[in-house]
């Protein structure tokens, strides 16, 4: 029991640095964006801006919800008798496949 509680206080701490980190650097690029001299470098800072900020705003979602489902016995789909099911790997690799490369 101690051991998972400490790999948990570890991960949290590992989440807490990898929200900050993205947002140090969100914070740079926003930064370079606006000191930019071409169109070019411009868009290239603004997208790793957004890469930057949405890793943020992912890490400190997930370490809220981890409270949460810490906090009040388990996942928020079984606390309201909602069963998930997560689909395999392959099939969320292709579908991020086909959002990257549709957007372009």
């Known amino acids: 029991m101690l051991l998972d509680e400490d790999r948990k206080a570890r991960q949290d701490r590992m989440l807490g640095e990898l929200a900050d980190l993205a947002m140090e650097l969100a914070r740079d690029m926003a930064a370079k964006?606006?000191?930019a001299d071409s169109l070019e470098d411009t868009e290239r800072c603004a997208l790793t801006f957004d890469r930057?900020?949405?890793?943020?705003?992912?890490?400190?979602?997930?370490?809220?919800?981890?409270?949460?489902?810490?906090?009040?016995?388990?996942?928020?789909?079984?606390?309201?008798?909602?069963?998930?099911?997560?689909?395999p790997a392959s099939a969320r690799a292709r579908t991020i496949l086909f959002m990257v490369t549709s957007s372009s």
């Not at 890793?55 to 996942?75: T, Y």
């Open 33 to 35: 964006a606006r000191k």
């Open 52 to 87: 930057m900020a949405r890793s943020a705003r992912l890490s400190i979602a997930l370490s809220r919800k981890l409270e949460r489902d810490s906090g009040e016995g388990g996942p928020l789909g079984s606390r309201h008798g909602i069963t998930l099911h997560a689909r």
